[in-house]
């Protein structure tokens, strides 16, 4: 068992991991793909199949997830599509006019079911670059990709990689939780040598949602907040200066009640290395920094920090 102990900005730096390895992750986006190569194998777009607004019409009336295909394979996010059907219906091309913008699934589900709809996307996505209308509307890095005549099918072994590569957004919106699993497990495994429970929730006292906290977020004696970035993003300062204000107001409640209550950070990811001053505020700012290097390290500070009353083993 390591010791708790507070690592240092280098020792964290040599440390940090650049990716994520997770066969979870890597299942579930291939189980998303190979759904979605299923799908495309209908005649009206697979491999040296002339795509037409007929064939396409077709498509999405036989097929429930016809469009997550067509838009994989135009390059069109689904929001960016979204959108361009608000537009629509802002304009009045879509009968019915304006409240809430529909999700790609209401708009996936009434081009499967009502005709006049179907037939509305299917000119969308195979000739809306050539709509004259929609070019004083559509930025032209849009509405290009609304050409899925150009498309002609493709294998399924480039559609695979092509239809990965556009889902990695999709894995990264799911890292979190993954990372928070790996670190539950080790919660896990303290809990059942010692009986010192955690769970995740609302801490009153510092108005804010733990990601993880041990015993419990009522009564945390061990506040551990995780991010795990590949990439970078503009969030990343804003989420150190709410961790910094976590800790702050650990640090006040501490010294107004004696307590030792803990604030362990855990931050790892190629995305954090590319912004260095944010990654060393984040390891300053705590009581404790973990990453997936310095995990087993978890085990010392709930033994250290949690009051021995909460043990039942």
């Not at 102990?5 to 964290?12: C, G, T």
């Not at 064939?55 to 469009?67: Q, W």
């Not at 629509?88 to 790609?104: C, F, M, S, Y």
Request: charged fraction near 30%; charge should be negative; proline fraction near 3%.
């Amino acid at each position: 068992m390591m010791d708790a102990r507070k690592i240092s900005f280098q020792e964290a730096w040599d440390s940090a991991a650049v990716f994520f390895l997770s066969d979870e992750l890597e299942t579930d986006v291939r189980a998303v793909v190979d759904s979605l190569l299923s799908v495309a194998n209908h005649p009206s777009v697979a491999k040296g199949a002339i795509i037409d607004v007929s064939g396409v019409c077709k498509f999405l009336a036989d097929e429930r997830n016809a469009l997550d295909v067509i838009l994989k394979d135009i390059g069109l996010p689904s929001e960016r599509f979204q959108r361009i059907v608000t537009l629509l219906r802002k304009l009045g091309r879509i009968p019915g006019g304006l409240d809430v913008e529909w999700h790609i699934e209401r708009i996936k589900r009434k081009a499967h079911q009502e005709p006049e709809f179907r037939q509305l996307i299917a000119e969308l996505v195979v000739d809306g670059s050539r709509d004259d209308m929609l070019a004083k509307h559509i930025p032209r890095y849009y509405l290009d990709t609304l050409d899925y005549r150009a498309f002609q099918g493709s294998t399924q072994e480039a559609r695979r990689v092509r239809y990965e590569s556009l889902l990695a957004g999709t894995r990264c919106g799911r890292m979190g939780y993954v990372v928070e699993a790996r670190i539950g497990d080790r919660l896990s495994d303290i809990e059942e040598r010692y009986g010192i429970g955690y769970g995740s929730g609302r801490w009153d006292v510092a108005e804010t949602n733990i990601d993880l906290a041990v015993p419990t977020p009522q009564d945390p004696w061990v506040i551990i907040m995780s991010s795990f970035q590949e990439t970078t993003s503009s969030g990343q300062t804003n989420k150190i200066r709410d961790m910094h204000a976590l800790y702050d107001r650990i640090r006040h409640f501490n010294s107004r009640n004696r307590q030792d209550r803990a604030f362990v950070h855990f931050v790892d990811g190629g995305g954090w290395l590319a912004r260095k001053a944010d990654f060393e505020r984040a390891v300053d700012q705590c009581d404790y920094f973990l990453n997936f290097a310095h995990l087993d390290m978890l085990e010392a500070i709930v033994l250290k920090h949690v009051p021995t009353q909460f043990r039942t083993k």
